[in-house]
């Protein structure tokens, strides 16, 4: 069974600049959930999307979006970059269903640093 | 709203001594509670749960009971080892799609 995978693992842009974070589910799951994590602190939610649409989103500008794909994938795209968006971008997957709290599996994460 | 505070650290400990690491909640309705843990270098990983009050979690020598009277759930290891050296994470998730968690405590174990 194939784990959470995140690509690119490594990412730097300058301010202003656009960015795409890519995320693979891990079988079986149709759920992806995005965290950021800046340095030193705890994840923080971002969205969360389950059957291609948004199901739940954090406190994070519309300047975050997301996607997911037919096979569940996903990715995280962020406009007009900051500097405060240097962190540790987080995607987790997970079965949704029955109304219990389903874990969620997450992958290595990919490290944004922005200049 | 949904909030976790956790012990800060960093906290740094002698191989065997006992860990405790303090975490309490703020949720509505009846949250279930998480510890994770995150190794140098590698990804956020479920250490234990617990999904109701006065459930214990276990897992690699850690335990964590769900007390609802004093919304907490503090993470212990009676005898640590060098391995055990990671960020931990207290989160909960409460009948909504995401998890809140806490800021993390740096433990580091010396040989």
């Known amino acids: 069974e194939t784990g959470v995978t995140q690509s690119p693992t490594h990412l730097i842009k300058t301010r202003g600049q656009q960015v795409t974070l890519r995320c693979s589910s891990q079988s079986g799951h149709n759920t992806v959930s995005w965290y950021q994590q800046a340095l030193g602190q705890g994840p923080q939610f971002i969205f969360q999307y389950y059957r291609e649409e948004e199901n739940g989103r954090g406190n994070f500008p519309p300047r975050f979006s997301g996607l997911q794909f037919p096979n569940y994938s996903s990715e995280l795209n962020v406009n007009a970059l900051e500097l405060d968006d240097s962190a540790l971008y987080l995607c987790a997957s997970s079965r949704t269903g029955g109304g219990s709290y389903n874990e969620q599996f997450f992958g290595p994460g990919t490290r944004l640093t922005v200049l | 709203g949904n909030s976790v505070t956790q012990m800060e650290g960093p906290v740094t400990l002698s191989e065997e001594a006992f860990l405790t690491i303090n975490c309490t909640y703020t949720a509505t309705g009846y949250p279930s509670l998480f510890w994770y843990v995150q190794y140098p270098g590698e990804g956020l990983q479920l250490l234990l749960k617990a999904t109701k009050a006065d459930d214990k979690g276990s897992n690699k020598g850690f335990e964590a009971t769900y007390r609802k009277e004093t919304t907490s759930f503090h993470l212990e290891k009676g005898s640590v080892q060098v391995s055990d050296s990671a960020v931990y994470f207290c989160?909960?998730?409460?009948?909504?799609?995401?998890?809140?968690f806490g800021a993390g405590t740096t433990v580091t174990v010396r040989a």
């Open positions: 989160a909960l998730w409460s009948n909504d799609y995401k998890l809140s």
